[in-house]
């Protein structure tokens, strides 16, 4: 070990595994156990970054979440990790990280010039200066970007894989420090379906780097005994490394468990995280608590640290942060720290304590060691640069409002500082009990429960091991009671430790004419002097102050800051800190990757599901390209060799017209209707007539919403008195059945009618053309494929070898066409018994995009493209559709509201382009004048548009204003490339206006 | 992700059901009588109060029922679910 | 045209594989006949007849399944059944229900292609289901005898803990099989190591 500042004994870390990293490229080496910090500071590298606007020098402040300055850069390539925490960032061999924000490079930041200009970067800075001239703000923009950027983003794909789970437990308990571990023995005890998360690689919590006793042995030997004793619980869960982000409704919430990020790259196998999606029925939040710093100035030198950390260091990582420290405290905490450093072989010049006296126990421990404590006073300022190198103490007065007195300065390296301790109450924030200031412990503790939850421990603000053992068994037990188990642990011992209160003390009084570089942010470098201008501009609200100076904005979210800071506001208003209050705390706690929230619902296959009919492969064996219609996929045109679409969307239509095409209508959806309401019950769903349709025989229907908008359409067939078969839009089929049952469950229970979904049972062939019923009656058995006798919108059931099949002459073309349908397990036999039978007819499979040009030829409207919620029936030109004698249908009334009845409503017609060579684009807006200036009043909208091969020019389908009675003007698309496509306006019909085709 | 009480499959996972708006809104009988007004109060207008407010659900990807949810818009706490036709928990006419 | 005949079931195109390392077996049990029946459970009329084609009255106790001999039924709401036939019955079982059930008000719709049933099976088969299944699987809370309706992934499914092994049967849409099982297989990638 070449670690010049790791201590010769103690610690957790393996002695005996060295582990070899770079950091900003310069080679070093640390133990396993380490993070990346204490490898660091092993090393004797306080210094690791540079701040956010002015590129202080900054070091290690922290060895937990919490840590604002050592965010790094990790590895390069696609497998970089921007803006990790140094202090949670396990050590692994050949690690490669590197300081963000830093340019050339950390030890000669150019940036750092901005440190010199701070005063004219005060609260606010970007809002005053760079907004103006607007137009200038995106240049602006670039260059503070590069100057200010955190990290790094990868810019290649994540080579990574994402678990994720949902879980379901009695307790879940969040913090494996001893009071989470003492809930989780208690409940897991008692037989309760418990999981305990971790954010660290081991479980203990602070109290790894402690010298407590319980249960009458050292903490850490009892925390490895319940370890060992939950981990036989076979209903106890434990994760390490893994955080709780996010607290939500109903105690639903989210962890991220990092399952690889500690081993070396090429150790890497499996998932990377796991995001866990936890139900609890009771939650035990044992989040703990985070030391504070004291502000004053220059209190951002690498060197200065929480004494909380200092002590970790010590004791958990055998680090020692520095030969000559200073100790700086407002309470009773920080005297541990001085004794660890005295025992880490540091010398402690002085423990500098703001309180007036100190008389504890602990205190008098500190001072018999031969420690000097320095009462009622404080640390004002520091030097130093790259790490610091002394502090000036002054006295504090007893009002602690100034400071008096010599300045005395003294040298040191290692400033650990203690402000008291703000207990973690993010995710009890998060779920919904609003955080209580409470002025005799100088914290915030968690409100009032408003879920199935307790804080206990330090992070219910008690910091005395033998209260919070008391309450984490208490929560242990009542949780899993609440569960229905019979939970009775008694409280494991711990002696209870007298402590002297705190002095609040969150800005140190500045000598006149001084001061200056107080840091509340260190992230985002927002100072004491940002706040108090805030407050003399008229911010009043915390939640504005914190947006106006940006403070807590950073990937630390100000989890060492933020209070400082609402204590500065509290006292520049002149109002308490209970009256100031928190910011919101908000999910996600520490900052989660985008892998562990996509998981594996990436790519095509993936990311959403992708629906198939049973003659999908059949359609991929011939070529087809394909469309998402909804969720399905389906065939979009068949292109030949050396076909463009056009050509083969040309090619299918005029085969279908002028012989006969076959088209796979699975996708429809289908319901099955029946009950002896059934017919009354459609009555109020269509618009049009249903009781009179005869057995055997279908009708078009229009669905519309109660607002009188259409919403789907279709034919339904009568296959019995009391028996329907609807089909609906592809797009529309869940909804339309949750439309109808809801009518059904909510409004007519009385009626008699059930609905099943069946679209997934059958498999639908659409053979069209005017061969259409030789190519059916070839393969159909049992049915008479005569014209007359089996006329249009008709309906009949045969055979196809064993399989009986129902054949609907139904038509989207105009052309003589029957709709064949088999249970799809047998679809892929029926189409190509149809493909087969048509080869003398030259069949041809088409797509949707020849359905499309086919029925546009017609002028048959297509629900949702045609329509987009605010279109009518008669808009569309389809008044026949709606029953003038029925009393009433689902959307009826809304038909002579006055904004339905409107003269210029936009109404469908057709269009032909002057030239009709010329396809105008789908969703062209439409203008009367395209010369005047922009914006130009716009008439409608293109709503369908192709090139007809049958017709041998382009049409399109639009809705325009009052476009009924505007037939033979001219109308003009303006595109936003500058060409202006001009065309006459038509009747929405190009092909067959006769409808001789219907019938072959 | 709400957890959220189906009155026959008990409690499942928000990202099972579907919400339907606001519950006992009735369609109102011979609708050619209704004012243009008393039409658009039907259709459009809903109460979307701060606290307790009733709630149609759909467990669309359960048993395909609907029913009513009481929920508090604020603090998002459900204090029940019953079935349409029935009164909500609270006790609270509706 | 009768050379042509074959059954394809919604997983004819996907490759199975065999189950690696600790990831559970993926199991298709093909073409099963399956019924949707509605009917009021207060009905007597309607209970008769389908005791007397099921021998079984259909459960009323919500999420759960009968077995009557070669039939199941499993409960899909309080009115509605899902009947599980052997291969080739369900035509014929259909026209018993039609027949008994004249009268009564009542449907009885065959969905036999638009359904298909997977077997999960191993010691991680729950692990799998729960990577991105909202119901608790729990042996505690959800036993043989019980059966869901839920989600998998972004598509519903049925499913029922089996009564032998450490698995589940598992009804999927049709439609929606390839993607459920290409997502299954992904979603197996992760005890495959284990």
């Known amino acids: 070990m070449s670690q010049r500042c790791r201590t010769d004994k103690g610690g957790r870390i393996d002695r005996d595994q060295t582990i070899q990293f770079t950091f900003n490229g310069k080679a070093y080496s640390g133990q396993a156990g380490d993070t990346l910090a204490s490898a660091l500071l092993a090393n004797g590298v306080h210094l690791v970054g540079r701040s956010w606007k002015y590129h202080r020098p900054r070091g290690i402040m922290s060895a937990g979440a919490e840590e604002p300055n050592a965010i790094v850069q990790l590895e390069k390539g696609q497998y970089t990790i921007p803006n990790a925490r140094a202090t949670q960032v396990e050590l692994y061999q050949r690690l490669d990280a590197s300081s963000v924000n830093c340019w050339p490079s950390l030890d000669f930041d150019l940036m750092s010039v901005n440190s010199f200009f701070s005063r004219l970067m005060p609260a606010g800075f970007y809002y005053k200066t760079f907004m103006w001239p607007k137009f200038m703000w995106m240049k602006y923009e670039y260059l503070i970007r590069k100057a200010s950027g955190l990290g790094e983003s990868p810019d290649q794909p994540d080579p990574d894989r994402y678990e994720r789970t949902h879980a379901h437990c009695d307790v879940l308990v969040v913090g494996g420090g001893v009071a989470g571990l003492c809930a989780a023995l208690a409940a897991g005890r008692a037989g309760a379906r418990v999981i305990v998360a971790d954010e660290q690689s081991e479980f203990g919590g602070l109290t790894l780097a402690s010298h407590a006793q319980i249960d009458g042995r050292s903490a850490d030997s009892w925390i490895q005994v319940t370890i060992d004793e939950l981990q036989k619980l076979p209903e106890v869960t434990l994760l390490p490394r893994s955080t709780v982000f996010g607290y939500h409704d109903q105690n639903f919430l989210t962890i991220n468990q990092r399952l690889t990020d500690h081993l070396p790259l090429t150790e890497r196998s499996g998932g990377r995280e796991k995001l866990w999606q936890v139900r609890a029925r009771q939650v035990v939040l044992a989040t703990g608590a985070m030391e504070r710093p004291i502000t004053f100035s220059n209190n951002d030198r690498p060197g200065v640290m929480l004494a909380s950390a200092v002590s970790t260091y010590i004791n958990r990582y055998a680090v020692k942060p520095g030969n000559r420290a200073v100790v700086f405290t407002n309470n009773d905490s920080a005297y541990q720290t001085a004794l660890d450093l005295k025992s880490a072989g540091s010398e402690v010049v002085a423990l500098v304590d703001a309180r007036a006296a100190s008389a504890s126990e602990i205190a008098n421990t500190v001072r018999s060691a031969g420690i000097e404590v320095v009462n009622a006073s404080v640390v004002i300022n520091t030097r130093g640069r790259k790490r610091i190198q002394s502090v000036k103490l002054m006295n504090l007065s007893a009002d602690g409002k100034s400071v008096s007195g010599a300045i005395k300065t003294i040298a040191c390296d290692l400033l650990a500082v203690s402000g008291g301790w703000s207990p973690v109450v993010h995710l009890s924030s998060q779920s919904g009990a609003k955080a209580v200031w409470h002025d005799a412990v100088a914290m915030f503790l968690p409100g009032k429960s408003l879920q199935a939850q307790a804080s206990v421990g330090a992070a219910n603000g008690t910091l005395d091991l033998k209260s919070a053992l008391e309450e984490a068994t208490a929560a242990g037990n009542s949780a899993a009671s609440a569960c229905g188990f019979n939970a009775t642990m008694s409280v494991p011992t711990a002696d209870a430790v007298q402590q002297d209160p705190i002095l609040p003390l969150w800005l140190v009084p500045s000598p006149k004419g001084r001061g200056g570089n107080q840091f509340i942010d260190l992230q985002n470098d927002v100072g004491a002097s940002d706040i108090q201008l805030a407050a003399r501009e008229g911010y009043r609200s915390i939640e504005h102050v914190k947006r106006y100076t940006a403070m807590g904005f950073g990937t630390d979210q100000g989890k060492t800051g933020n209070i400082n800071g609402m204590a500065v506001l509290a006292d520049t208003l002149g109002q308490s800190i209970a009256e100031t209050g928190t910011t919101t705390f908000r999910p996600n706690y520490t900052p989660v990757t985008f892998g562990a929230i996509a998981g594996q619902d990436l790519g095509e296959r993936l990311f959403d599901p992708i629906r198939k009919t049973a003659m999908h492969a059949w359609h991929e064996e011939n070529g087809a390209k394909f469309e998402n219609v909804g969720q399905w996929l389906r065939p979009w045109y068949y292109p030949q060799v050396g076909e463009s679409m056009h050509d083969a969307v040309n090619r299918e239509c005029l085969a279908t017209r002028n012989s006969v095409g076959i088209f796979d209508a699975t996708t429809l959806g289908k319901i099955e209707i029946r009950g002896p309401d059934s017919a009354k019950f459609l009555e109020m769903i269509y618009t049009n007539n249903w009781m009179n349709l005869e057995v055997g025989k279908g009708r078009y229907g229009f669905m519309l919403g109660e607002d009188g908008m259409v919403m789907d359409d279709g034919v339904t067939i009568r296959l019995a008195h009391d028996h329907f078969f609807m089909h609906t839009t592809t797009g529309g089929a869940a909804g339309v059945m949750a439309w109808m049952e809801r009518w059904l469950q909510t409004e007519w229970p009385q009626m008699e009618v059930f609905l099943t979904s069946v679209t997934d049972h059958w498999a639908t062939a659409a053979v069209v053309g005017p061969n259409s019923a030789k190519v059916v009656s070839a393969v159909c058995d049992g049915i008479d494929f005569d014209v007359e006798t089996f006329p249009f919108m008709a309906t009949r059931t045969g055979t196809i070898g064993e399989v009986v099949c129902r054949v609907n002459r139904i038509s989207f073309s105009g052309e003589l066409a029957y709709e064949v349908n088999v249970p799809a397990n047998t679809g892929r036999f029926m189409w190509e018994g149809l493909i087969q039978a048509g080869a003398e007819y030259d069949i041809t499979p088409y797509g949707t995009e020849a359905l499309h040009v086919l029925r546009a030829e017609k002028g048959y409207v297509i629900v949702g493209q045609d329509t987009d919620g605010s279109v009518t029936v008669d808009d569309l030109g389809l008044g026949w559709a709606l029953s003038k004698t029925k009393a009433d249908f689902i959307g009826k009334r809304s038909l002579t509201r006055p904004d339905t009845v409107r003269k210029d409503r936009k109404q469908l017609v057709g269009l032909i382009t002057t030239d009709p060579n010329t396809v105008i684009p789908e969703g062209a807006q439409l203008v009367d004048d395209p010369h005047v200036p922009i914006p130009m009043p716009m008439i409608g909208h293109v709503s369908s548009s192709y090139y007809s091969a049958c017709c041998g020019h382009s049409i399109a389908l639009a809705l325009v204003k009052d476009g009924h009675s505007r037939r033979g003007d001219t109308v003009y698309a303006p595109l936003a490339n500058g060409q202006i496509i001009e065309a006459r306006v038509t009747e929405p019909v190009f092909y067959d206006k006769e409808g001789a085709k219907s019938n072959g | ?94 | 045209m009768a050379d042509l005949f074959q059954l394809q079931s919604p997983l004819v195109n996907i490759e199975m594989g065999e189950a690696k390392g600790n990831a559970p077996e993926i199991r298709e049990i093909t073409f099963l006949g399956y019924l949707n029946l509605r009917g009021k459970p207060g009905n007597t009329a309607f209970l008769a007849a389908v005791i007397k084609v099921l021998g079984a009255e259909p459960p009323i106790e919500p999420n759960t399944m009968v077995e009557s001999g070669d039939y199941r039924i499993y409960w899909l709401g309080p009115d509605e059944w899902l009947v599980i036939t052997p291969t080739g019955q369900q035509g014929q079982v259909q026209a018993k229900l039609l027949e008994a059930l004249d009268g009564v008000f009542s449907s009885v719709v065959d969905n036999s292609s638009g359904l298909t049933l997977l077997e999960i099976n191993g010691k991680n088969a729950a692990a799998l289901i729960a990577t991105d299944c909202p119901l608790d699987l729990h042996p505690g809370k959800f036993k043989p005898g019980q059966c869901a309706q839920t989600r998998l992934a972004k598509a519903g499914m049925t499913i029922a803990p089996l009564r032998n092994g450490e698995g589940f049967e598992v009804i999927i849409r049709r439609s929606f099989a390839d993607y459920l099982l290409l997502w299954m297989q992904d979603a197996a990638v992760a005890f495959e190591l284990a």
């Not at chain 2, 369609?27 to 207008?45: C, G, V």
């Not at chain 2, 609907?66 to 029935?86: A, H, L, M």
Request: proline share 5%.
């Open chain 2, 1 to 94: 992700m709400l957890l959220i009480e189906c009155p026959w499959c008990g409690e499942r996972d928000e990202s099972e059901f579907s919400y339907a708006g606001e519950a006992h809104i009735t369609r109102p009988r011979e609708t050619k009588n209704l004012s243009d007004e008393e039409w658009a109060d039907y259709l459009f207008m809903r109460k979307n109060p701060r606290g307790l407010h009733r709630e149609q659900w759909l467990h669309a990807a359960g048993c395909r029922r609907y029913f009513n949810v009481e929920r508090d818009t604020v603090s998002y706490q459900i204090s029940g679910s019953y079935k349409i036709g029935e009164q909500p928990p609270s006790g609270e006419k509706v």
